[in-house]
């Protein structure tokens, strides 16, 4: 049925500032003479039309006019698109609508969300219906959690082949990255810090394992607290964006069967360097609050093309085996992670699922169950991401 849909593709939220970066990469690298077809969506066509002429994308690429308030107005976007790619949150604010009508319709979808509590209970309401329609819905698709997801599921493949054995341990580290957090991300974790109000969610958040609907695993390391690496020789602090990331890990680790073993232990923390000044930076990034105060970047805001393309980010990950043998990974990227490759991420994931992972079935999925060495394959050729071993 979704072959016969009028289009492949639409963007919804491209009058936004990820959303507009997503239709320029979707223009440059697939342009309207690749056979997608495409189309922007959003509640304002008249901004639309504008971003379309000045990005130089086709007449041809249809505007269409759909609204978060208007649940109608989704359903009737859904059934005319293969998939829908949103870039449109906080989406425990605004995103359950369009989840509903992709999973009624048999839609793909694909978002940037890291909202851990909302993503529960869209497991919760809409697994079965997508099961059962065929839509394949994909949260995450953005620097929050691709690079990561895909890193511990590169490296257990790696293990598997080479050690004959997955490993329960990896740690995830932060050796470098230079670029800006998202004004989205920024929305959604303040979004998340109001949620946080009620008991229930509080303690859903607080749960490694709340994307594992039924399976509750080991203790995992504490997420607040600084500490010396004396493997790696350089101080750790407490990763913002690992209490998404960890729960998106652990729910690709329970849909593939647990092949990174029930007993898996996953944390992630940056690297702030050695000795004193290293200590120093990782207490002041433990103490950082510029996501949630005034002068946190808003939606709609974000850096210049050149600071987009000046960024990049350098991800370890160190895993061992149950009898002590060791593997490393790395996954780096070379444009600003909550912009440039951010838009580039989601984009390739759409066209992932279309063209590649075909054999996939409906459901509520994570990136490497979902579509693993298939996704790898497209961020390398397309994105700028480098997936390798380390010695």
Not at 110 to 126: I, Q
Not at 196 to 204: H, Q, S, T
Not at 211 to 236: H, N, V
């Amino acid at each position: 049925m979704s072959e016969a849909r009028e289009f492949d593709l639409i963007v919804f939220g491209a009058s936004g500032f990820t959303g507009r970066l997503v239709a320029e990469y979707v223009q440059e690298r697939y342009g309207t003479d690749g056979g997608l077809r495409w189309a922007l969506a959003g509640r304002n066509e008249s901004k639309l039309e504008q971003i379309r002429d000045e990005l130089g994308i086709d007449p041809g690429v249809a505007i269409l006019k759909a609204d978060v308030t208007d649940a109608d107005s989704l359903r009737a976007l859904a059934r005319r698109t293969r998939l829908v790619l949103t870039t449109v949150g906080p989406y425990q604010l605004y995103g359950e609508p369009l989840v509903a009508a992709c999973a009624g319709a048999g839609t793909d979808y694909v978002d940037l969300c890291g909202e851990v509590a909302w993503m529960r209970r869209m497991v919760d309401k809409y697994q079965e219906q997508a099961q059962n329609s065929g839509a394949r819905i994909v949260f995450s698709c953005g620097f929050d959690s691709i690079p990561f997801d895909l890193g511990v599921w590169f490296l257990q493949e790696q293990a598997r082949a080479k050690l004959g054995a997955p490993l329960p341990r990896v740690k995830g580290r932060v050796r470098r990255m230079k670029g800006t957090f998202s004004g989205g991300t920024a929305a959604s974790l303040q979004a998340t810090l109001a949620a946080a109000r009620d008991a229930e969610i509080r303690k859903l958040l607080v749960n490694p394992f709340a994307l594992t609907p039924g399976f509750e695993g080991p203790k995992q390391p504490p997420a607040a607290e600084i500490e010396y690496d004396q493997t790696l020789g350089s101080w750790a602090a407490p990763f913002i964006m690992a209490a998404i990331n960890t729960r998106n890990v652990h729910r690709s680790n329970f849909l593939l069967g647990h092949p990174y073993g029930e007993d898996f232990v996953y944390d992630e923390m940056i690297l702030t360097g050695p000795g004193d000044k290293g200590e120093a930076t990782a207490q002041a990034v433990a103490n950082d609050r510029s996501l949630t105060g005034d002068k946190a970047p808003k939606p709609g805001e974000g850096p210049g093309k050149e600071e987009r393309e000046n960024g990049f980010y350098d991800v370890l990950f160190l895993g061992e085996t149950a009898d002590g043998q060791t593997l490393a990974a790395s996954v780096s990227g070379d444009k600003d992670p909550g912009y440039g490759s951010t838009s580039r991420m989601i984009t390739e994931s759409a066209l992932c699922l279309l063209r590649d992972a075909t054999d996939t079935p409906g459901g509520i999925w994570t990136t490497a169950p979902a579509m693993g060495d298939k996704l790898i394959r497209r961020l390398e050729q397309n994105a700028g991401l480098r997936f390798a071993l380390e010695d």
